[in-house]
């Protein structure tokens, strides 16, 4: 057993509001139970879902730490019982409830994964919440095949930069919808088609590319208005995925198309999935995933980095939507 501190610092939510909330408090360093490891921590990824928990209105799932912190980085320091496939001192990183927000954090073992080779610490803090949702959404529930078309909205975006390479690595064509010329031009160096929505219309402009055929699945985080958009690009047996609502959950829309193009609507979230589903995912990112990300296919892109303690500006940064790729905070 490797010696570590009793306390730590985190950063915790006294209160849900704007990115002034996140205060630094000295909390207890966890103990990992039965089947988890104590990761001290070298990064930590910054997510979407963390601003959305930071207003209030995403609650960690039963049992997970009140502070946010999708994924981390860094090195085993305690081993709980049963954790027969790591060592202390190994370099990992984490799929996590929440929590990551700290100099220490304890995970269900089946959720860690080796650092890829050619990686550092620093990036690979920035792959675990992308990959697995990725991975989860586009190959598995929405069963992207070589050679078939896929739309990804918010391209520029630390899962849009993912599902972009991801796609394109498994042998798909990817369009992606950004909101700057400089945005689309950074989607395009990871081999997309980038539509800038703010000066065409997405939907007329696809339609324009494919010669009226559109694409087989879209991944979707916008949701509202955009979904019957996004349907009507979709061609027989299409897909459409939805992982995030920016816009609402609502929508009104036809369902004659599901009929006329055999289509699916499905969606998933990743948070509560069980230690061993999220474990069945990562032996398959092992597998099928960390090749590719050793072979630089994928390369986690980082905006920005940021201190811990500085976790306030990383959301600020976040809120701007001005971000290419992730904001990684160093610990």
Known sequence: MSQHPSTMTAITL?????????QPATLPVPTPREGEVLIKVA??????????????HYPPPPGAPDWPGLEVSGTIAALGGGTLDWRVGEEVCALLAGGGYAEYCAVPAEQVLPVPKGLSMLEAAAIPETVFTVYANVMEIGRLRERERLLVHGGSSGIGTTAIQMAKAFGAEVFTTAGSDEKCAFCETLGATAINYRKVDFVDEIKRLTDGEGVDLVLDMVGGSYIPRNVSLLRQDGRHVSIAFLEGPKVEMSFLPLLLKRITLTGSVLRPRSPTEKGELALKLRQRVWPLIEACAIRPVIDSEFPLAEAASAHARMETSAHIGKIVLRV
């Open 14 to 22: 006294p209160r849900f509001g704007g990115p002034e909330v996140l």
């Open 43 to 56: 990064a930590a990824g910054v997510n979407r879902p963390d601003v959305i928990q930071r207003q209030g």
